[in-house]
């Protein structure tokens, strides 16, 4: 097997996924974290995921809370000379990752590769500078896995070396969002999903406006609206509800913390078309979760899962940041419900791409495109 080791700031059940993939490949992925889920801002359910231990036990380890940066750096340091892995990879192109990561490489003379999502967008004056502080910091770099198209532009740029730039984004457990768990239904109401943060980046302002319209259209079937997550832009929703209670009385709400990922998905069981009309998303992992659960998605370009799922017109409507826009794409899928089951099982399939096995099977492609050669384990 050629074993890997993988920095990364927080245990990340989707790289647990990747890594129990990648085992069957060949590829000994090596997992080490910095915090757990709930010590870094994450929910609750990132913690939780039904594999966790086993996972943990047999290719993560965490460090110990609370350590200084210089003791961090040192515990990867150390986890590295333990592992003996022939490739390194870091989850970012900077601090304590990048540095206990390169200063290993360095000394091995090991092939050493970035895996990491798009820089935040910023003005293009702060960009300029971003980019080139990025070419630097990414000298010494071998080769980039890209988890986004926009990603694999700037990092292949900084490297200097497209060839050596990769897209493979997450890789997802899709299992509990499967259609065939969806629960018997009581009405005969269309509902559409959103899932995060109620953030302006999110277009919240155009969502409510598009809902306001498609309430005068008078459709065939009833639409309800289900929201899951929280956040400022909430005030929009509950000012809608007051406005309109007719139509108050069809969106619902879903703003407490998930224990478990099986319950994330039960908001997804209930719908039939997703909407996330985002002006950025580094990656978007609700699309795929949506996709498997068997809904066509509504999305924006500006998110990157977006462009690497939907199809346009197949298993998705890619719309601009305006409420025109977003209401002819739910006006047309909400009038043809034929349509939109059509629409939902292709979906489901595309979902397929990012599964933890086909992510893994990128993973080996790159691997063996590049010819670094598998790398013999030495028993301890």
Request: net charge positive; proline share 6%; aromatic share 10%.
């Amino acid at each position: 097997m050629t074993r890997i080791a993988f920095i990364n700031n927080t245990i990340s059940p989707f790289q647990c996924d990747v890594a129990r993939a990648a085992r069957r490949r060949g590829l000994d992925l090596q997992l080490l974290f910095k915090s757990r889920p709930s010590l870094n801002g994450r929910p609750k359910h990132w913690e939780n995921w039904r594999t966790v231990e086993e996972d943990m036990a047999q290719f993560g380890r965490v460090a110990a809370h609370g350590i200084s940066q210089d003791e961090m750096t040192a515990w990867f340091t150390a986890q590295l000379y333990d592992l003996r892995p022939a490739i390194v990879i870091a989850a970012s192109y900077k601090s304590w990752a990048r540095d206990a990561a390169m200063a290993y490489a360095k000394v091995h003379c090991l092939p050493l590769g970035l895996w990491a999502e798009q820089p935040q967008p910023a003005p293009w004056w702060k960009t300029v500078a971003k980019r080139a502080y990025i070419a630097r910091q990414m000298r010494g770099y071998d080769f980039c896995f890209a988890i986004g198209e926009r990603a694999a532009r700037i990092y292949g740029t900084a490297l200097g070396n497209h060839d050596r730039t990769f897209m493979i984004p997450y890789a997802q457990d899709l299992d509990a969002f499967d259609p065939a768990l969806r629960p018997a239904r009581k009405d005969d109401d269309l509902r559409v999903l959103f899932s995060g943060g109620f953030h302006e980046r999110h277009n919240f302002d155009q969502i409510v406006e598009a809902m306001r319209r498609i309430e005068t259209m008078g459709l065939p079937r009833k639409t309800r609206y289900l929201f899951s997550g929280n956040g400022p832009e909430r005030k929009r929703l509950d000012d809608l509800a007051r406005e309109n209670p007719s139509l108050g009385e069809r969106i619902e709400i879903y703003d407490q913390p998930f224990k478990t990922f099986e319950e994330r998905a039960e908001h997804y069981l209930l719908a039939d078309l997703f909407l996330y009309p985002s002006r950025h998303a580094g990656w978007g992992l609700v699309v795929p979760e949506a996709m498997a659960a068997g809904m066509p998605i509504i999305s924006t370009t500006n998110v990157e899962a977006a462009r690497f799922y939907v199809e346009h017109g197949m298993n998705g409507v890619f719309v601009d940041q305006t409420a025109d826009s977003i209401t002819a794409a739910l006006a047309r899928l909400l009038s043809d419900p034929e349509l939109l089951r059509s629409m939902g099982e292709r979906a489901r399939t595309s979902a397929l791409r990012g599964s933890a096995d086909a992510i893994a099977e990128r993973m080996h492609i790159a691997f063996s495109y590049m010819g670094i050669a598998p790398h013999r384990l030495d028993p301890k």
